[in-house]
């Protein structure tokens, strides 16, 4: 055949709709712990069309997801740099980074500071005036002293500087005492007399006194009188109320056997004691009730002591209580508790009860039932139910025209140790 079998012409000769380049990503929305960044892109579209461009105008992206660094505690105060007068002191802490590369640091100081120990310090006084030499010659010594002196509102420190300081004093050469003379004659033949010896001070020019005693005593002559001793003390009262007595004694010391000298007055005496009247008992009370109803209890009844007010201040002979068994028979008794029911419900709280029985003893003599409850109720199953979140947005439809799809999504939120399961489907396409 003359001529061509194909022919060619164009059409839809208008520009098509382009995407502008993507935009850089924006910063994260977290340092760490997992965050979001986001960059977006536009439509160009020619004046002949009204029809945009295929596939997403933004994306976005997880960031930083790598753990987060966190503080140690603050370490103890240091000691403050000044006792007083004002200092300072300090107390650091550290950031635990996690193992990973490129984490920032912990946000905040890891070292504060504060002002201290700001009370006054103390102060010396002056010296005072020098103290009396400690001898009069020969050479001594003296000192002075000076106060530290506290602010009214400081913590006490000492000033650090020496409070006391000493010199020589009284150089001098001193006087001397001649020999002692030979004893005077005994004040007394016996029990105990005096005698004594004296000397006299030579004197160096410009020079006080001597140090020392120029007259000496002592005892002589001390051999026994015959005399009486002391006085025994008193034998203990034959009765302790009511009246008794008791007696003392002494004896006579003579200087030697053959001495013919003899003491005078009574070598015992006697008198009377403990006039007082005698405590007595009162009547026993009635018995307290059984501290028990069962099982053995005891019972308990007193008596008083009545002592005179000027009398014997001393307690009665015997006792004042008494105590006795009392209901001896056998006590009701529980059962050990059934296991615990089957909770009410899965999760978000429910409850569960066990029971147990009043046993009553064989003998049937018993008037009293168990002490407690006989059923126990308590919470179960706490945790919360699992739950879905909010429906997501509906993601674009895949196709602009002759059917596409769209679909969004849901989460099912649960505790951490809880059922994992929600109802129905986390995905719905539309």
Do not use: H
Request: proline content about 5%; glycine content about 8%; overall charge negative.
């Amino acid at each position: 055949c003359i001529g061509e079998s194909d022919e060619t012409v164009s059409c839809n000769s208008d520009s098509c709709p382009v995407w502008t380049d993507w935009s850089d990503w924006t910063e994260c929305s977290a340092t760490c712990g997992g965050g979001v960044q986001v960059r977006a892109r536009e439509c160009v579209l020619p004046k002949e069309r009204i029809s945009g461009c295929a596939g997403d105008k933004d994306q976005s992206r997880e960031c930083n997801t790598n753990v987060c660094p966190v503080w140690t505690n603050w370490t103890n105060w240091t000691e403050c740099s000044a006792t007083c007068g004002g200092g300072s002191r300090f107390k650091v802490r550290e950031c635990v980074l996690p193992d990973v590369r490129n984490v920032q640091q912990c946000p905040g100081p890891d070292k504060i500071s504060e002002e201290c120990n700001e009370d006054p310090c103390p102060s010396l006084t002056e010296w005072s005036d020098w103290s009396e030499c400690s001898l009069t010659c020969g050479g001594g010594t003296r000192s002075k002293r000076r106060e530290c002196v506290y602010p009214r509102n400081s913590v006490k420190n000492d000033c650090l500087e020496r409070l006391e300081i000493s010199e020589s004093c009284n150089q001098q050469v001193c006087p001397a005492f001649t020999e002692w003379t030979d004893w005077t004659e005994c004040t007394k033949t016996c029990g105990g007399g005096v005698r004594k010896k004296v000397r006299e001070c030579v004197l160096p020019k410009s020079v006080g006194g001597c140090l020392g005693d120029s007259e000496y005593e002592e005892a002589c002559n001390e051999q026994s009188c015959p005399v009486w001793t002391d006085w025994t003390e008193w034998t203990e009262c034959t009765k302790s109320c009511d009246g008794g007595t008791q007696r003392r004694e002494r004896k006579c010391v003579l200087p030697n056997e053959k001495s013919a000298l003899f003491c005078p007055g009574p070598d015992n005496e006697e008198r009377k004691c403990n006039l007082n009247r005698c405590p007595t008992w009162t009547s026993w009370t009635e018995w307290t009730p059984c501290t028990k109803t069962c099982n053995s209890g005891m019972k308990t009844k007193l008596r008083e002591c009545i002592i005179p007010k000027y009398g014997n201040q001393s307690l009665c002979e015997g006792e004042s209580l008494r105590n006795e068994v009392c209901n001896t028979e056998e006590c009701p008794s529980w059962t050990e508790w059934t296991d615990w029911t089957p909770c009410t419900k899965t999760c978000g709280g429910g409850s569960r009860t066990k029971v147990r029985e009043c046993v009553l003893p064989k003998s049937g003599t018993s008037e009293t039932l168990c002490v407690g409850e006989k059923e126990a109720t308590e919470e179960c199953n706490l945790d919360t139910c699992p739950d879905w979140t909010d429906w997501t947005e509906w993601t674009p439809c895949t196709e602009t025209c002759g059917g596409g799809n769209k679909k969004r999504t849901r989460e099912c939120i649960t505790q951490r140790n809880g059922d994992s399961s929600c109802e129905g489907e986390r995905e719905e396409v539309a």
